[in-house]
């Protein structure tokens, strides 16, 4: 998980809203949230969090928002097309320490990635 992906989980399970508007990030916190800190980390990271922002379908981190951990994202992939460090495949599982995507199969043999994480939507996704 990258320094933007840690930030947007943590901002995320605290409840804060964000979403991209043109080149600029439209955010909406609950109060006390957003500490002098995280804005500075937001402004630092801002090109980062955008891309993923841009990457990641609005189901996805909204599933991340409401069960408030970094793999929920993925709940709706599931049976869905995606792409990992091995190669494009379908989910098949996700779970706290392991996702699970079959990369081939055939009658006789399954070839599978079963990572902690690195699997991402396939294609380009529209903000939301």
């Known amino acids: 998980m990258t320094q933007a992906d840690a ?3 943590q ?4 409840g804060v809203l964000i979403e991209a508007t043109g080149k600029n990030l439209r955010i909406d916190a609950p109060p006390g949230v957003l500490t002098p800190q995280i804005l ?4 630092e990271r801002k090109d980062d969090i955008l891309k993923l922002i841009l990457l990641w379908p609005p189901e996805c981190l909204e599933a991340e928002r409401r069960f408030g951990h970094y793999h929920a994202r993925l709940y709706p992939l599931m049976g869905k097309q995606v ?5 494009r495949g379908e989910l098949w599982r996700v779970f706290a320490n392991s996702i699970g995507v ?3 199969s055939s009658s006789d043999q399954v070839t599978y990635f079963d990572g902690p994480e690195h699997v991402s939507p396939l294609g380009n996704q529209a903000a939301r």
């Open 7 to 9: 930030l947007l989980a």
């Open 11 to 14: 901002l995320t399970g605290s």
């Open 40 to 43: 500075e980390s937001l402004k």
């Open 83 to 87: 792409v990992t460090l091995e190669g």
């Open 102 to 104: 079959i990369l081939n």
